[in-house]
Each structure stands twice: as C-alpha cells, then as structure tokens.
C-alpha cells in the first residue's frame, strides 16, 4: 500500500512539474510579444492549466499539443478571426521549442518579424507548422530538416530569402518570398540573378 501511495504522489508531481514547465514556456512566449487585442490575456501564471487557456489544446495526459483554434471550433468564423489578423508582433519566440509534445502551431495573418528560430524543430511532433503572412526575415534555418513529422509548412508570404533546405514536409509553401531559392545549395544561390518570386512544392517535387 505504501508503494501504491508514493507512486500516485510520484505521478501527480509528474504532471504538475510538466504543467509548470508547460506554463513558464506560454508565459515566456506572451511576454516576448505585442497583443493588442488581448488573445492572449489568459496566459498568465495564476492559471494554473494551460489547457483551459485559449487557443491551447492538449493530449489527455496534459501536454500542450496544439496553439491554434480548437478542432470543434475550426468551422466557427470568430475563432478563425480571433486567431488570424489580431496583428501580434514580435519575433517568433524560441521558448516555443520547450512544447516538446506540440504538433499544430498556426500564427498566420499576423505581424511576426525577424528570423525563424531553430529551436522549432526541438519540437519533433511538429504536423502543422503556419507561418504564412507575416514579415519573416533571414533564411529557413537548416535544422527544420529534423522535423520528421512534418504534414505541412507554410512560409508564404514574408521576406524570407535564401535556399530551401531538404523539408520532410508532405507539402510546403514558400511563394510570395521574392529572395527564395529553389536550389539547395547556397553558392548556386547566391550566383542565380533573379531569383524566383513564387515557389510551391509537395515532397514528391523535390525528390
């Protein structure tokens, strides 16, 4: 009986070091941001789950596996307007690599800058990665090649420049970035005047 006692103690520490992890990464994620329309007013450290927070969905044993509308909300309007065109800026956070479990993050429609950070492919569940519409710099790091898992990738839309590194994604979306480069080689690149305004590829285009 006492074995059974300290293995439930055991596994509630579990969850609630898991969650605290969870949340310090959302709190650190809002913070480095602009929201002006307060999507995100419910992340916040005297919540104590972040499963309850909006635009968070989680697994059954509490890991944080998507930021995006919930799936019994995607054919609500409100939810896809909250989510899209609420103008969040900033940098794309590098806390966000600390979800470990994360597999859908849509930040689409917004004003993201700067470069994207490495750290997204920590997160190794990666499905659904929507970064299109925003005013992304720099290159696709080459460290995204990691995410195995990958469905879809959109990086339409921004500023991006450079080559496209080998993705694993089913279908990945890199047109409107006039300074992309088909090629993945970067001396080839760097040699090719005008480089491509619109590329659209499946992983069977770059096989």
Not at 52 to 69: A, E, K, M, Q, R
Request: glycine share 4%.
């Amino acid at each position: 009986m006492l074995v059974l006692y300290n293995l439930r103690r055991l596994l509630r520490y579990i969850v609630h070091s898991n969650n605290f992890i969870i949340i310090l990464a959302l709190v650190e994620i809002k913070s480095s941001l602009t929201d002006p329309h307060g999507v995100l007013m419910d992340w916040n450290m005297a919540a104590a789950d972040p499963c309850s927070w909006n635009l968070i969905t989680c697994s059954p044993d509490n890991f944080v596996l998507s930021i995006s509308c919930k799936p019994e909300f995607f054919r609500n309007s409100s939810c896809t307007k909250l989510l899209q065109n609420n103008y969040i800026t900033g940098n794309i956070p590098p806390e966000i690599g600390k979800l470990m479990k994360l597999k859908t993050l849509d930040l689409s429609n917004n004003n993201f800058s700067g470069q994207l950070p490495s750290t997204l492919s920590h997160s190794k569940n990666f499905q659904y990665l929507k970064l299109n519409n925003n005013s992304l710099t720099g290159t696709i790091p080459t460290s995204v090649a990691n995410m195995t898992q990958l469905i879809l990738l959109d990086l339409s839309y921004s500023n991006l420049s450079g080559p496209v590194p080998t993705l694993h994604a089913n279908t990945f979306n890199v047109m409107g970035n006039p300074q992309i480069c088909s090629t993945g080689n970067e001396e080839e690149c760097n040699e090719t005047h005008p480089k491509p305004k619109s590329l659209i590829f499946s992983s069977s285009d770059r096989k």
